[in-house]
C-alpha cells in the first residue's frame, strides 16, 4: 500500500507560481511512477505530468509544458509541482497519482494510488 498526501495548492493571482508537492509512504518509491492530475468543475480528470521512477523519463500535457516542472525526491519520498505563470484555467483541484511500476503514463487508469488532492485557484 502506498499513501500519498499532496499540499502547496492555494490562491494566487494570474502570472503568479505555486509548488505542489506529494509525500509519498513506502519503502520502494524509486520503483513507482509518479504523476500530477487535475480536475476543474464540471470536467473531467486530466492528465498534468509524469516522471517516470528513475526520474528519467518526464511527460506534460501541452498546456503547461514550458510552464510547470516536475521532480521527485527519492531521499524524501517526494514529489514536486513547480507551477510559474500560472492561469485561471490552470484552477483546479489537483490530484498526485501513483503506480507500481517504474514507466510514466499519462492515462488515470494507469495509476493505482491517488491523493486527496489540494486546490489551486488563480484570479484574473
Known amino acids: 500500500q502506498v499513501q500519498l498526501v499532496e499540499s502547496g495548492g492555494g490562491l494566487v493571482q494570474a502570472g503568479g507560481s505555486l509548488r505542489l508537492s506529494c509525500a509519498a509512504s513506502?519503502?520502494?518509491?524509486?520503483?513507482?511512477?509518479m504523476a500530477w492530475f487535475r480536475q476543474a468543475p464540471g470536467k473531467e480528470r486530466e492528465f498534468v505530468a509524469a516522471?517516470?521512477?528513475?526520474?528519467?523519463?518526464?511527460y506534460y500535457v501541452d498546456s503547461v509544458k514550458g510552464r510547470f516542472t516536475i521532480s521527485r525526491d527519492s531521499a524524501k519520498n517526494t514529489v514536486f509541482l513547480q507551477m510559474n505563470s500560472l492561469k485561471p484555467e490552470d484552477t483546479a483541484v489537483y490530484y498526485c497519482a501513483a503506480r507500481s511500476s517504474g514507466a510514466a503514463l499519462t492515462t488515470s487508469s494507469q495509476y493505482t494510488y491517488w491523493g486527496q488532492g489540494t486546490q489551486v485557484t488563480v484570479s484574473s
Open positions: 516522471i517516470s521512477g528513475s526520474g528519467g523519463t518526464i
Open positions: 513506502g519503502r520502494t518509491f524509486s520503483n513507482y511512477a
